[in-house]
């Protein structure tokens, strides 16, 4: 294995030693289209930030040796005042810098992110970190360092408008600070990381999003782990460790009374009716069951737009006179050229109609519509109208069912195989939103061969069909549960 610790595995490690050694020796996978959506929006931002800083020296990224070789006779070239992507290596450990200017004797660092600059000017913990692993590679590599600098998309900037795409903010201080306590963690994150074995984990709360907790540490074999629990807190954490097995959990643990119910659900293997599944009855015929999917490009695609607005591409609409009865299904996806938003609005518009519930599963349907009604004030009224009648599924999952095999969670991709188990995702090319939003994306920038547009247009309609469809089906379940329980009186009308 190559002996050198880059960023990634570096700052894994500052969290967890023994993430940092999973993730050192972690196989290379294919992006996703949603990471690949990401890195082109990087790449762009990349390209926009050496044109704005102006003419300077690209240097090779590889083979290692001759970025290295190429970084140094650079910095040792007096004519020359700003380099991009410059390699540095000290030991074990390997950075990139985006971009270097030159500052009297010493160097200003910059790291160039895609994301936008904050209203308050504070600045992500993650990359303060980014910027100061690469200080630190740096400064132990003999390169003094003059100022430390990010630079972030204008929250000012519009599309059409004059102005800089990027600003610059300067973190010297903090991640001066920040260098001084990686220095302090090197030596043992240096030898965690290239040892045979994994150093022993400790339960954290960051576990509960580490892709490896399940797979190749502590949550491995059991099925029912602490972070089932929803809106775990630290504090909370503290109290049960080194408890991982939630079935192991005493019963009168200190938990808030949703934490309770699942806790309860996951031990006796039985699921939970409440008193929010009753809401099922506010549903009026036809109904409308909705889903939208957007994408976010990083800088604007639209004249007046600003960096990461969101745009609905995409929706499904299953229209029922009944619980379960399907008597249409509307679809639109956007062409790749052009401005399609008022379209989208409008089509929509008339598909809903004027009388019935819109059944959605969360509140984000209702956000964007909000969008577009500001977008578009003249629609704003019908689009108001459509807001009125949205009834939320997911809000009665989470109130008034819980299944053990929910894991705790009630998002639909958990909800769908526990509830209606000849349905799913798996095996399908688009199988969540991201991927959605991505492969939208990248068709309409024009990365995806012409040929294989058809055929990434049908994988996306076949996803968001599959959303509504998947809405359809749990609420026809729920009601199924409802009517047990001999509570159920239906409504029509409007």
């Known amino acids: 294995m190559d ?9 894994a490690a500052v969290g967890c030693r023994t993430a940092g050694w999973y993730t050192r020796r972690q196989p290379k996978e294919s992006p996703t289209p949603g990471l690949e959506w990401q890195f082109y929006g990087g790449n762009e931002v990349g390209r926009t930030a050496r044109a704005q800083l102006g003419d300077g020296l690209m240097l090779p990224r590889s083979p290692q040796h001759a970025a290295l070789d190429a970084t140094a006779r650079a910095l040792g070239t007096p004519g020359i005042a700003l380099l991009f992507e410059a390699t540095f290596r000290n030991g074990a450990l390997i950075a990139r810098a985006d971009v270097l200017r030159r500052a009297g004797r010493g160097w200003d660092l910059i790291e160039v ?3 936008k600059e904050t209203e308050d000017g504070e600045v992500k913990g993650e990359y303060l970190d980014d910027v100061s692993f690469t200080a630190l590679v740096m400064q132990r590599s003999g390169v003094p360092i003059s100022r430390c600098s990010l630079m972030l998309l204008s929250r000012e900037y519009r599309l059409g408008s004059p102005g800089d795409v990027l600003v610059e903010v300067d973190v010297t201080d903090a991640v001066l600070a920040r260098v001084a306590q990686f220095t302090e963690m090197l030596p043992e994150i240096v030898r965690g990381c290239v040892e045979e074995e994994a150093p022993p984990p400790e339960l954290k709360i960051i576990c509960r999003k580490c892709e490896f907790f399940e797979s190749e540490c502590l949550g491995r074999g059991i099925d029912a782990h602490i972070f089932m629990l929803p809106g775990l807190s630290e504090k909370r954490l503290a109290a049960m460790k080194p408890l991982v097995d ?14 309770r119910r699942v806790f309860e659900v996951i031990r006796s293997g039985e699921p939970r009716v409440s008193a929010g599944l009753a809401q099922l009855d506010a549903v009026r015929w036809p109904a409308f069951f909705l889903d939208f999917e957007t994408v976010s490009p990083t800088l604007p695609w639209f004249d007046q737009d600003g960096a990461h607005e969101q745009h609905p591409f995409q929706f499904s609409v299953h229209v029922c006179d009944a619980p379960g009865h399907v008597v249409a299904h509307h679809e639109y996806l956007a062409q790749c050229e052009g401005d399609w938003r008022r379209d989208f609005v409008e089509r929509l518009l008339d598909v809903l109609g004027d009388a019935g519930s819109v059944v959605v599963y969360t509140d984000f349907e209702k956000k964007v519509l909000n969008a577009m009604a500001n977008r578009f004030p003249d629609l704003a009224d019908r689009i108001a109208m459509v807001i009125r009648r949205i009834f939320d599924l997911h809000a009665v999952v989470k109130s008034g069912y819980c299944h053990p095999g929910f894991q705790g ?3 639909i991709k958990k909800v769908l195989p526990v509830m209606v188990p000849e349905l799913g995702y798996e095996g399908m090319a688009v199988n969540e939103g991201d991927s959605a939003s991505g492969v939208f994306g990248l068709m309409r920038v024009g990365v995806y061969h012409e040929e294989s547009v058809e055929q990434h247009r049908r994988d996306l309609l076949e996803y968001c069909k599959l959303d509504t469809l998947a809405m359809v089906r749990v609420h026809e379940e729920l009601l199924g549960i409802l009517r047990s329980a001999g509570t159920l009186k239906t409504r029509r009308g409007t």
């Open 246 to 259: 939630l079935r192991l959990l005493p019963a009168d643990a200190d938990l808030t009374d949703n934490q």
């Open 3 to 11: 002996a050198t610790i880059d960023k990634q595995t570096f700052l």
């Open 409 to 411: 969670r009630t998002s």
């Open 113 to 115: 992110k895609s994301g």
